[in-house]
C-alpha cells in the first residue's frame, strides 16, 4: 500500500516537471531514491558530431560531465549503440558491452571509476537516426548494480517520464515568464485542449480551433472533443475518463495515442492530468481534468550503423570501430580516438571482417556508404 501511494506521488511530481522544468532535479533525485540509484541525467546525445547536451542532473559531479562533454565523449564505449535501442526499453551497460570490454578503456579507468560508478542504466525517451535523449541513473558500491527488480521499478516510469518530456518540449520557450499553463496555451504553435472527463472543450487555442474545423483528425461533436478514427476516439475516450482520477489512472498505453493511419504522416495526441501539483490551478480555472496537446510526429530514419548493427548482429564495440573505420581510418588511429589498446581494436575488426564477410577496410566503407544512400539496401534487407 505504502510503495502504491510513493508511485502515485512521484508521477504527480514527475508531470509537475513538465510544467516547472526547475522540479527536474528534485524529481530525479525521487527517482532515484525509489529505483535504487546514485545520481541521475536527462541529456541528449548526437553520435554524428559527436555532441552532448546535458539537461538536468542530480548528483553527477559536474566538474566529470563538464569533462565528458569535452573529451571522454569521444572515448565512450556505450555509444552510439545507446542510441539503437528503442524508445521507453530499460537497459543497463551489460547489455551493450562486456565488463572485460568496458574495464579495458581509457573510459573506465579516467572516467567512470575515479567516479566510483560501477553500473549504469538508461532508458530512450526520444531518438532520430543519430541522436537520441536519454534518462541515466549510476550506481554506486552503496546502492549497488541494477538488478531486474530495480529495472522494473524504472520501467513503472518510464511512460510518464516520456509524456512528460514530450509535453515540455511541446511548450517550452512559448511564455518564459508564465505564472500558470492557461496563460501559455494561447501561444503555443501545437494544438492544446483542456477537456473534462467526458472530453467536452473548456478551452481550445487558435491551432486546436483550426484542427477541429478542418475535422480531418479531430472534431467537436457538440461541443466534445471526438478523434475521426474510431479507435483513436476510443482511447481519447478512457483517457479523459481516467484523467479524473488523477495522474496514476492514466496508464502508458496513453503516452501517444495515434489520431493518424497514415505511414507518412502520423499525428499524436498526449493526454496529461491537470488534476495534482500546479496543475491542479490551471484545471480549475476551465472545469478541466485534462489537457490535449496535439501534434506532427516525424517518423525517424535509422542511421545505417543501426541497421547494420541489427542485420549482422554487432555487438557496441564492434560498431564503434566501424564508425572508426569510416570516421578515421588507420587501426592506430581508431585505437587512440576509442580508448583502446591497438591490439584490441585489430581484435574487433578481425571479428567485423567475419561477421560481415569482407576482409578489407574500404569494403566496410562501401557497405555503409550504400545503406546511407537512399538507393541503398533497406534497412532490414
Not at 107 to 116: A, I, N, V
Not at 353 to 371: F, M, S, T
Amino acid at each position: 500500500m505504502q510503495d502504491a501511494e510513493t508511485i502515485s506521488a512521484l508521477i504527480a511530481d514527475i508531470y509537475d516537471a513538465a510544467l516547472e522544468p526547475e522540479q527536474w532535479p528534485r524529481v530525479l533525485g525521487l527517482i532515484c531514491d525509489f529505483v535504487g540509484g546514485h545520481g541521475s541525467t536527462l541529456f541528449a546525445h548526437d553520435s554524428a558530431r559527436p555532441h552532448a547536451t546535458l539537461f538536468f542532473n542530480y548528483r553527477n559531479d559536474p566538474k566529470y560531465l563538464q569533462l565528458y562533454a569535452e573529451k571522454y565523449i569521444h572515448m565512450n564505449p556505450l555509444m552510439p549503440a545507446v542510441t539503437f535501442h528503442e524508445v521507453g526499453r530499460v537497459f543497463t551497460v551489460g547489455d551493450l558491452v562486456s565488463d572485460a570490454e568496458l574495464k579495458a578503456t581509457r573510459f573506465y579507468s579516467e572516467f567512470q571509476q575515479p567516479q566510483g560508478i560501477i553500473d549504469a542504466m538508461f532508458v530512450n525517451l526520444e531518438k532520430s537516426g543519430t541522436s537520441h535523449m536519454t534518462m541515466s541513473l549510476i550506481a554506486s558500491e552503496q546502492t549497488g548494480v541494477f538488478d531486474a527488480q530495480k529495472r522494473q521499478r524504472l520501467a513503472l516510469l518510464v511512460p510518464h517520464v516520456r509524456r512528460a518530456v514530450l509535453i515540455g518540449h511541446i511548450i517550452a520557450g512559448h511564455d518564459a515568464e508564465k505564472a500558470a499553463l492557461a496563460s501559455a496555451l494561447s501561444r503555443v504553435a501545437s494544438a492544446v485542449f483542456l477537456v473534462d472527463a467526458v472530453g467536452r472543450i473548456a478551452f481550445a487555442n487558435e491551432r486546436a480551433v483550426q484542427m477541429t474545423e478542418d475535422g480531418k483528425m479531430l472534431r467537436s461533436e457538440q461541443g466534445i472533443l471526438a478523434a475521426v478514427a474510431p479507435d483513436a476516439n476510443q482511447v481519447l475516450r478512457e483517457a479523459f475518463a481516467a484523467a479524473r482520477n488523477g495522474d496514476a489512472a492514466v496508464g502508458g498505453d496513453a503516452v501517444a495515442i495515434s489520431l493518424t493511419a497514415s505511414t507518412s504522416e502520423r499525428w499524436l495526441a498526449h493526454v496529461l492530468p491537470l488534476t495534482s501539483g500546479v496543475r491542479r490551478q490551471a484545471g480549475a480555472a476551465h472545469s478541466a481534468v485534462a489537457a490535449v496537446f496535439v501534434r506532427k510526429a516525424g517518423l525517424d530514419s535509422r542511421s545505417p550503423l543501426e541497421a547494420l548493427a541489427k542485420i549482422y548482429k554487432l555487438t557496441a564495440t564492434e560498431v564503434r570501430v566501424l564508425q572508426g573505420v569510416v570516421e578515421i581510418g588507420g587501426t592506430r588511429q581508431i585505437a587512440e580516438a576509442l580508448g583502446v589498446a591497438e591490439t584490441t581494436a585489430k581484435t574487433h575488426l578481425q571479428s567485423l571482417y567475419a561477421k560481415i564477410g569482407v576482409n578489407r577496410q574500404v569494403d566496410l566503407v562501401k557497405l555503409v556508404a550504400e545503406y546511407a544512400s537512399p538507393f541503398g539496401p533497406p534497412p532490414d534487407a
